[in-house]
């Protein structure tokens, strides 16, 4: 039987090197269904007059690497696209895109626009879910795939294959929205497939040397989960159950271990998470109890004495024990568990955002939030159409077994873990992962977190495992800039206390930065300034604000005349072409970020001249050139 063909494009910005996970995944799904699968890559066309990491360079922000293969022309990319249609004769077109690279991923399909016109374009990705309607207005897209594709994908091809009666859920026409279908479990995944890319995309820069790169995800989602309807928060205007809280702003009693205090902050994005699901019951001494999922976190206490230091351990409802105490409103005695208990119902559960604190008091203890979201507006997307789970992580076994397969097959010399907050888990577990890893797998590794989820525990378990390279996003150094803008409320002192606490370990690590935000201006940029210069990471990007569509502060700059409809996106380095910014000019912006390691590295003595090397002129220009090269001999040599 003829296997039916697909044709992946993955339109990227020119010598990125970062691989696509999503166009890795999906291979391997269609290949495991039968389907035959080849793909054309455009990271090595010169789409552009300066790559992303070259860009990265020349800003200081990457150690200065050679690749070893120069771009191709522009006008060879869209030959060798159409030799490929005319070789491989898809049955399937299909194309993968962010919003940088949708326009890119447009002139592709135009490029074949003539090629048998019966075969289907599909468009997915990110920029899928938030632009269907210029996909669809191109004339050069027939279906789009919004959410996750890895079933869908495979059930649209099949069924397109044996004459489709019925669109799949995720999959939409022009003049219909398919409804969704519900996140895929991460464990049931074939493992992912690397034999579609060459071999040479396996190359990515690491602090000046080129490393064979393999990417592996860990989790997708939100990692928090969530508590029974009836639960009492401990609000400004006293215990009120969660599920009446829906939708409404409120405050609620927090802990600050910075300052051993609690206090009251506001709560965000109160919410139902998801519908009939099973819980246990924490019950304590004094007849006191929480209903929540089996994995909702508690800080388990130990008291500390003369010998012993005072620990805590975030510990799963699931794993709490007769006799543990957790930690409670202080002035009160800290909870001992007496039982946890399976429930026989099952029941709705909910939860909150309390941004840079992350835990909250219920029943007057200690439990977490819903904080950590690596695409809200995905999130938000799953729950307006009642799927509620999208937070999943790969089990521990799963996840080694797929290292362990990637390993052997491809021969990394290093392993990027895939998790928006990797340390988002018990202490316990990343340990339980490390020891493993490191007996297991045994290559050096970099991943990104949190700050607010850093313990001296977990660095030290990682920092056993190999870890060379840590990323954390500081994006705004002002508190109530960040607070009001980015929802983020965790405190400078907060931050800088877990970075050093990442120093101390010694594990090198980057931290994010980005300038150019609504109402952003020079002074409370150079509070994201002055923050780094407080402390000695490894490598410091600054991007500048990109308004992407789905995002809240898209909406904001929007509703605020603050951006055209038609705005293009530079990538991060470039920023926008149509955004407005009220109090500092784009120019400003650009030289402000390619002189921002420099402000952070060099001594007040140099800032006058480093002032001046912001403009872009002859003088300049001269000046940044011989502050880049003293910078590389003092941090690059």
Same mark, same amino acid.
């Not at 992580?393 to 010399?413: G, N, Q, T, W």
């Given at each position: 039987?003829?296997?039916?063909?697909?044709? %992946?494009?993955?339109?990227?910005?020119?010598?990125?090197?970062?691989?696509?996970?999503?166009?890795?995944?999906?291979?391997?799904?269609?290949?495991?269904?039968?389907?035959?699968?080849?793909?054309?890559?455009?990271?090595?066309?010169?789409?552009?007059?300066?790559?992303?990491?070259?860009?990265?360079?020349?800003?200081?922000?990457?150690?200065?690497?050679?690749?070893?293969?120069?771009?191709?022309?522009?006008?060879?990319?869209?030959?060798?696209?159409?030799?490929?249609?005319?070789?491989?004769?898809?049955?399937?077109?299909?194309?993968?895109?962010?919003?940088?690279?949708?326009?890119?991923?447009?002139?592709?399909?135009?490029?074949?626009?003539?090629?048998?016109?019966?075969?289907?374009?599909?468009?997915?990705?990110?920029?899928?879910?938030?632009?269907?309607?210029?996909?669809?207005?191109?004339?050069l897209v027939d279906y789009v795939c919004s959410g996750e594709g890895e079933d869908a994908f495979v059930e649209f091809v099949n069924c397109y294959s044996a004459s489709m009666s019925k669109l799949p859920e995720n999959i939409s026409m022009a003049d219909f929205r398919s409804s969704m279908r519900a996140p895929t479990d991460l464990d049931s995944l074939p493992f992912i497939d690397y034999d579609v890319f060459a071999d040479n995309r396996l190359a990515r820069p690491m602090?000046?040397?080129?490393?064979?790169?393999?990417?592996?995800?860990?989790?997708?989602?939100?990692?928090?989960?969530?508590?029974?309807?009836?639960?009492?928060?401990?609000?400004?205007?006293?215990?009120?159950?969660?599920?009446?809280?829906?939708?409404?702003?409120?405050?609620?009693?927090?802990?600050?271990?910075?300052?051993?205090?609690?206090? %009251?902050?506001?709560?965000?994005?109160?919410?139902?998470?998801?519908?009939?699901?099973?819980?246990?019951?924490?019950? %304590?001494?004094?007849?006191?109890?929480?209903?929540?999922?089996?994995?909702?976190?508690?800080?388990?206490?130990?008291?500390?004495?003369?010998?012993?230091?005072?620990?805590?351990?975030?510990?799963?409802?699931?794993?709490?024990?007769?006799?543990?105490?957790?930690?409670?409103?202080?002035?009160?005695?800290?909870?001992?568990?007496?039982?946890?208990?399976?429930?026989?119902?099952?029941?709705?559960?909910?939860?909150?955002?309390?941004?840079?604190?992350?835990?909250?008091?219920?029943?007057?203890?200690?439990?977490?939030?819903?904080?950590?979201?690596?695409?809200?507006?995905?999130?938000?997307?799953?729950?307006?159409?009642?799927?509620?789970?999208?937070?999943?992580?790969?089990?521990?076994?799963?996840?080694?077994?797929?290292?362990?397969?990637?390993?052997?097959?491809?021969?990394?010399?290093?392993?990027?873990?895939?998790?928006?907050?990797?340390?988002?888990?018990?202490?316990?577990?990343?340990?339980?992962?490390?020891?493993?890893?490191?007996?297991?797998?045994?290559?050096?590794?970099?991943?990104?977190?949190?700050?607010?989820?850093?313990?001296?525990?977990?660095?030290?378990?990682?920092?056993?495992?190999?870890?060379?390279?840590?990323?954390?996003?500081?994006?705004?150094?002002?508190?109530? %800039?960040?607070?009001?803008?980015?929802?983020?409320?965790?405190? /400078?002192?907060?931050?800088?206390?877990?970075?050093?606490?990442?120093?101390?370990?010694?594990?090198?690590?980057?931290? /994010?930065?980005?300038?150019?935000?609504? /109402?952003?201006?020079?002074?409370?940029?150079?509070?994201?300034?002055?923050?780094?210069?407080?402390?000695?990471?490894?490598?410091?990007?600054?991007?500048?604000?990109?308004?992407?569509?789905?995002?809240?502060?898209?909406?904001?700059?929007?509703?605020?005349?603050?951006?055209?409809?038609?705005?293009?996106?530079?990538?991060?380095?470039?920023?926008?072409?149509?955004?407005?910014?009220?109090?500092?000019?784009?120019?400003?912006l650009l030289g402000i970020q390619r002189c921002f390691s420099l402000y952070a590295r060099f001594s007040d003595d140099w800032s006058q001249i480093i002032l001046r090397a912001e403009k872009f002129d002859e003088l300049g220009n001269e000046l940044y050139k011989m502050l880049a090269e003293r910078f590389r001999r003092l941090y690059y040599l």
């Amino acid at each position: 039987m003829k296997k039916t063909k697909v044709l %992946f494009i993955y339109p990227n910005c020119m010598l990125s090197t970062l691989l696509p996970l999503s166009v890795a995944q999906l291979s391997a799904c269609l290949k495991h269904n039968g389907i035959d699968v080849q793909l054309f890559d455009t990271t090595y066309y010169q789409t552009e007059e300066q790559s992303f990491e070259e860009k990265k360079v020349e800003l200081l922000q990457l150690k200065p690497f050679d690749l070893g293969t120069p771009p191709m022309p522009e006008h060879q990319m869209y030959r060798d696209l159409q030799d490929m249609v005319d070789w491989y004769a898809p049955d399937i077109v299909a194309m993968t895109v962010v919003e940088d690279t949708l326009d890119l991923g447009l002139k592709l399909l135009e490029s074949i626009k003539d090629y048998n016109k019966r075969v289907p374009r599909i468009v997915g990705g990110v920029a899928a879910n938030w632009w269907h309607e210029k996909l669809f207005a191109s004339g050069l897209v027939d279906y789009v795939c919004s959410g996750e594709g890895e079933d869908a994908f495979v059930e649209f091809v099949n069924c397109y294959s044996a004459s489709m009666s019925k669109l799949p859920e995720n999959i939409s026409m022009a003049d219909f929205r398919s409804s969704m279908r519900a996140p895929t479990d991460l464990d049931s995944l074939p493992f992912i497939d690397y034999d579609v890319f060459a071999d040479n995309r396996l190359a990515r820069p690491m602090h000046g040397t080129v490393r064979r790169m393999i990417h592996v995800e860990a989790d997708r989602g939100c990692p928090f989960t969530c508590l029974a309807g009836n639960t009492l928060i401990n609000t400004i205007y006293g215990p009120v159950e969660i599920k009446k809280l829906v939708g409404k702003r409120t405050k609620v009693l927090t802990y600050d271990k910075t300052s051993d205090e609690i206090l %009251f902050v506001d709560a965000f994005n109160i919410r139902k998470t998801r519908e009939n699901v099973d819980l246990v019951r924490v019950n %304590f001494d004094g007849g006191s109890y929480i209903d929540c999922t089996p994995d909702h976190l508690f800080k388990r206490f130990i008291n500390g004495n003369q010998f012993v230091s005072v620990r805590e351990y975030d510990t799963e409802a699931k794993d709490l024990k007769f006799g543990d105490s957790v930690r409670a409103i202080l002035g009160s005695n800290n909870r001992k568990v007496t039982m946890v208990e399976k429930l026989e119902v099952k029941e709705d559960v909910f939860c909150m955002e309390v941004p840079g604190f992350n835990w909250f008091y219920a029943n007057n203890v200690l439990v977490h939030n819903c904080t950590y979201c690596e695409a809200p507006s995905l999130r938000k997307m799953y729950w307006n159409a009642g799927k509620y789970k999208y937070y999943r992580r790969k089990s521990v076994d799963r996840l080694l077994a797929e290292m362990l397969f990637l390993k052997k097959k491809y021969k990394p010399d290093y392993i990027d873990i895939c998790a928006e907050s990797f340390l988002a888990k018990p202490e316990e577990e990343v340990w339980a992962f490390c020891k493993r890893y490191k007996k297991e797998i045994g290559l050096p590794f970099w991943c990104q977190s949190r700050t607010e989820t850093i313990t001296r525990g977990k660095l030290e378990a990682l920092k056993y495992a190999g870890a060379t390279d840590m990323q954390f996003g500081i994006e705004h150094g002002n508190e109530e %800039f960040r607070k009001k803008w980015l929802h983020r409320k965790g405190s /400078n002192k907060q931050m800088l206390a877990a970075l050093k606490l990442v120093e101390e370990v010694g594990i090198p690590y980057t931290v /994010n930065n980005i300038i150019g935000f609504p /109402n952003d201006n020079r002074i409370t940029i150079f509070d994201t300034v002055d923050f780094n210069r407080q402390i000695t990471p490894k490598t410091m990007n600054c991007y500048i604000f990109v308004p992407y569509k789905g995002t809240w502060l898209y909406n904001y700059c929007m509703e605020s005349g603050l951006l055209e409809e038609d705005n293009k996106s530079q990538t991060l380095l470039g920023g926008s072409t149509k955004l407005i910014h009220k109090y500092v000019t784009k120019e400003e912006l650009l030289g402000i970020q390619r002189c921002f390691s420099l402000y952070a590295r060099f001594s007040d003595d140099w800032s006058q001249i480093i002032l001046r090397a912001e403009k872009f002129d002859e003088l300049g220009n001269e000046l940044y050139k011989m502050l880049a090269e003293r910078f590389r001999r003092l941090y690059y040599l």
